[in-house]
């Protein structure tokens, strides 16, 4: 059984920093793609992406969060990073990291997602 957890997040002024961390336990063989995608408040809110790293660390960034965010990961732990810098009001929301991860008795890829983690950045 693959399962994401994440840790990190919190409250923070505008212009603060905040970290997230995500491992994924279990089972695995090999993963692929990492990212973190968020929920902004409100209903009916769907995930956008913020930020995703293939395992050859090539780095792909929401436009919003271009030069404040930084993305990384541990191939061998298996765990994602992602390094918020100079978070402003509307980087508020739920943030879900989430893997593609083969498991050792599969030949194929699933897509799992960890718990989500509040981010809310006050003014």
């Known amino acids: 059984q693959v399962q994401l957890v994440e840790s990190g997040g919190g409250s923070v002024q505008a212009g603060g920093s905040l970290d997230l961390s995500c491992v994924a336990t279990g089972s695995i063989l090999r993963v692929q793609t990492m990212g973190w995608y968020r929920q902004a408040p409100g209903q009916q809110r769907e995930r956008e992406l913020v930020?995703?790293?293939?395992?050859?660390?090539?780095?792909n960034y929401q436009e919003s969060v271009k030069g404040r965010f930084s993305i990384s990961r541990d191939n061998v732990l298996n765990i994602v990073y992602l390094r918020m810098n100079s978070l402003k009001p509307e980087d508020t929301g739920v943030y879900y990291c989430?893997?593609?991860?083969?498991?050792?008795?599969?030949?194929?890829?699933?897509?799992?997602w960890g718990q989500g983690a509040q981010v809310t950045v006050f003014s």
């Open positions: 989430s893997m593609d991860v083969q498991p050792t008795d599969r030949d194929t890829y699933d897509t799992y």
């Open positions: 930020a995703q790293i293939t395992r050859g660390a090539v780095e």
